[in-house]
């Protein structure tokens, strides 16, 4: 019998118990390009029944992590990157806006987490991270959304080891930072910065002890190769990813790729359960390209694996559905949202004291 098949069989049993803590499954960093190959290429309800199954072994909640994702501070960007409408180097009609302030962005994380997300997200648009008063104030928007009780995570371009250190001190959750593809197709979309120096900021926030967020992009003209490609990067870091985002591209007016084609849905199902059965205990996220995704793909992805989406009506600069689409789809589909835990503020006015002893 497969070993997903053996999985599948004892899953009904346990996995659905809300006694039940999630478990931790035994990884591997050592795919080749080969066997990852063998997963991606099998027939789509095979694939995904097999995700499925790894599944509900990592993740036994039927729960979806809402994640809220703030542009603070948009445009300008002095990278290349042929599918972004932020890039200095094309007209979009994007405007360069200034780093969004402190309270501005503890105002919008605090509506964030009212609307249902757990987590909040902060981008800028630099090429990377420059000491100074803007990195300064970043770091003071990290402990605001901690001091919320909401997961925090930002993109801010490459980081390097000191830069690193600081946010992990303020306490920062995950730093983000996409590889977009593999490395063969890589210089086909982006010339001002290389995969070795996304892989060194990986690596010094890797060393920083913080968590990883890193994933890719697919409809970018890329071949099915270079999506085996950059999951492989991505499963063969001596430690995977601990969110992994998968985003279908966004074609923008503008940007050298305005006129790509939009992915297949059924793709981006296949990379999702790709991905999940080769990082089992990865949070997969759901993230750009959801306003094309009917509800039955929506769920299609859920069922392969995704385990969190970004709410809000943009993701960035793009159109994403709004949180009373999110809802009413989660809902349907039998899904709860990932709560997140009380501020302190919170605790104190409901009677608590916050060490789960039941006091209130």
């Known amino acids: 019998m497969p070993e997903w098949l053996g999985a599948a069989a004892f899953f009904p049993l ?20 080969d066997e990852i190959a063998a997963i991606y290429n099998k027939p789509l309800m095979e694939l995904v029944f097999e995700a499925a199954s790894v599944h ?38 994007l405007e360069r806006e200034k780093l ?83 490395p ?11 995969y070795d120096d996304r892989l060194q900021t990986l690596e010094n926030v890797r060393n920083a002890g913080l968590n990883v967020c890193s994933g890719g ?28 985002p998968i985003n279908a591209l966004v074609p923008v007016e503008g940007t050298p790729l305005e006129e790509q084609e939009r992915v297949d849905p059924l793709e981006l199902v296949r990379m999702i359960a790709t991905a999940r059965i080769i990082m089992p205990n990865s949070v997969v996220r759901l993230s750009a390209g959801r306003t ?11 069922l392969a694996g995704a385990n969190s989406m ?11 559905p709004g949180e009373n689409h999110d809802k009413q789809l989660l809902t349907k589909l039998g899904l709860r949202p990932v709560e997140a835990p009380a501020a302190e503020g919170e605790l104190e006015m409901a009677g608590g004291c916050g060490s789960g002893c039941g006091c209130a």
């Not at 501070?73 to 094309?90: F, L, M, R, V």
């Open 14 to 33: 346990v996995l659905w118990s809300n006694a039940m803590q999630r478990p931790n499954l035994p990884t591997r960093n050592d795919w080749t390009r």
């Open 184 to 194: 063969e197709y890589y210089e086909k979309i982006i010339s001002t910065r290389t």
């Open 56 to 93: 509900k072994q990592a993740f036994p909640e039927p729960q979806v992590q809402m994640s809220t994702l703030l542009s603070i501070k948009t445009g300008g960007c002095p990278e290349n990157c042929s599918y972004c409408p932020q890039s200095a180097h094309y007209d979009t009609g």
């Open 310 to 320: 970004f709410a809000g009506e943009r993701l960035l600069t793009t159109p994403n």
């Open 100 to 182: 969004l302030d402190v309270e501005r962005v503890l105002h919008d994380a605090r509506k964030a987490k009212a609307e249902g997300s757990s987590r909040f997200c902060m981008g800028a648009a630099w090429r990377q991270v420059r000491d100074g008063k803007e990195f300064d104030a970043v770091i003071e928007m990290v402990k605001g959304v901690n001091a919320l009780g909401m997961e925090s995570c930002v993109t801010l371009g490459m980081v390097n080891q000191d830069q690193a250190q600081r946010l992990k001190e303020a306490g920062l959750g995950y730093y983000n930072h996409n590889l977009d593809t593999s």
């Open 217 to 244: 992009i697919i409809g970018m003209g890329e071949d099915h190769n270079d999506r085996i490609g950059l999951l492989h990067t991505l499963a063969t870091q001596p430690q995977h990813p601990e969110s992994v």
């Open 292 to 302: 094309h995704l009917t509800e039955e793909a929506h769920a299609l992805c859920f």
